[in-house]
């Protein structure tokens, strides 16, 4: 069957939100007292929800704290620190002339995604947005992507996740859809090669020669 609608990631695979999320870390562990993250740490970051990160670095009590701060700085820097991914909108403008519907599905808090989405220029072309903090389990599990997939009023076997991260990846396959993997700046290139996504592509535009 044809494909009909695409569940997208946000950071890594729609935008670059890397210079706000590192700058509000740093204010975290600054306000915390522990170690500034290095780079490495914070692109770990980038993926699983705050809370489960913090907890593996911290434990349980800090991550709480960690997550209240570090949203508290989120606030004030995420619009300014994201950038749209070159090459992006275009992508998503085709699609959207094409007849391709488009949800974002994300681990990021959804309010901020919508913020983000709506600062680059792109919620116009997402039908809807589902991320952490709405009442969905966060990727991989796959409650969210079931959440998007209705919402499009499309069918499974008509839809592809694409994603940046092994995350998206195993999502999509607890899904039963296919996963098409961007080479994206926060990838695991290593483990998402062991896992051999359905497609793993150079860059979103990539996907204008799939549909």
């Known amino acids: 069957m ?16 890397y210079e706000g999320i590192a700058k509000c870390m740093r204010l975290m562990c600054r306000d915390l007292g522990v170690p500034e993250m290095s780079e490495a740490e914070i692109l770990a970051s980038i993926g699983p929800t705050l809370e489960d990160r913090f907890t593996e670095l911290w434990g349980g009590d800090t991550a709480e704290e960690a997550v209240r701060i570090y949203r ?11 950038h749209i991914i070159p090459g992006v909108k275009k992508t998503l403008e085709t699609l959207a002339h094409r007849g391709i519907r488009m949800a974002c599905v994300s681990n990021k808090a959804w309010f901020f995604c919508k913020e983000q989405l709506e600062h680059v220029g792109l919620l116009p072309y997402i039908q809807t947005v589902f991320g952490h903090r709405q009442g969905y389990a966060p990727k991989p599990d796959p409650e969210m992507l079931f959440a998007a997939i209705e919402s499009l009023e499309v069918k499974p076997d008509e839809v592809v996740m694409v994603g ?19 080479k994206g700046k ?13 497609k ?5 535009e990539d996907i204008l020669d799939l549909i």
């Open 200 to 204: 793993y592509l150079e860059k979103l």
């Open 186 to 198: 926060y990838s695991q290139h290593s483990e998402i090669r062991k896992l051999n996504p359905d």
């Open 72 to 82: 508290s700085h989120y606030k004030v820097h995420n619009a300014a620190g994201t």
């Open 2 to 17: 044809a494909i009909r609608a695409l569940l997208l990631d946000h950071d890594g695979t729609l935008v670059d939100s």
């Open 164 to 182: 940046d991260t092994t995350t998206d990846l195993q999502a999509a396959r607890n899904a039963s859809i296919p996963a098409w993997i961007i």
